[in-house]
């Protein structure tokens, strides 16, 4: 199985460069906002507990959250793999991936670091707000959701470089030339 989390901050490329993946390598795409909402919708047990935690605008707790991706992955029977996006954000959350996909003689193969200069993540996000109208697409969204991925998020980078899966990729250029660089990662992984 190749088990890959894509990491960047916002506005790196992650949603576009997760597609060709899954298209090339034939892998499944978790998006934990996707997730939530289809267990939402579908009226789980699961999706209404989560839904508790959002109506109070409260975030999931860690271990509601690996449970829902639990349930989510055991339904990909003769996947070749997956992909993480979104998760996980923390450090506790990056060892509770662990410890769920080792529960499932698993693990993540390679973490998919797509780094991105702060000034060029501000151009793409503001010229993504003005195309699509995304409510959070504005300058000062931008910089706190930038924030808190620097204070939050970041610390993963040293967290799976331990792990020996931690892959560096140049989140700049054209979409072809870094999805070259992340081809090139994968196929040493798989």
């Known amino acids: 199985m190749l088990n890959i989390v894509i990491f960047g901050a916002p506005g790196s490329g992650k ?3 997760s597609e060709r993946i899954v298209e090339k390598f034939g892998l499944n795409h978790i998006s934990t906002g996707e997730v939530l909402r289809t267990e939402i919708k579908n009226g789980t047990e699961l999706g209404k507990t989560a839904e508790g935690y959002i109506s109070q605008g409260q975030l999931i707790p860690d271990a509601l959250m690996i449970d829902i991706l639990a349930s989510v992955l055991d339904h ?3 996947s070749k793999g997956v ?3 979104g998760f996980p954000r923390t450090t506790r959350q990056a060892e509770a991936l662990k410890v ?6 698993q693990d993540v193969s390679v973490m998919i670091d797509l780094d991105v200069p702060e000034e060029e993540l ?3 996000l503001i010229k993504r707000g003005q195309q699509t109208g995304r409510a959070d697409d504005n300058e000062e969204t931008i910089k706190k959701r930038l924030v808190v991925y620097q204070t939050q998020t970041a610390p993963l980078k040293d967290f799976y470089r331990n792990e020996g899966t931690y892959y560096h990729i140049n989140g700049v250029g054209s979409m072809e030339e870094i999805f070259g660089k992340i081809t090139e990662a994968l196929e040493k992984v798989k």
């Open 122 to 124: 501000m151009d793409r």
């Open 83 to 85: 992909i993480f996006d």
């Open 76 to 78: 990909f029977k003769d």
């Open 15 to 17: 949603g576009t460069q």
């Open 100 to 105: 769920m996909l080792n529960e499932r003689g």
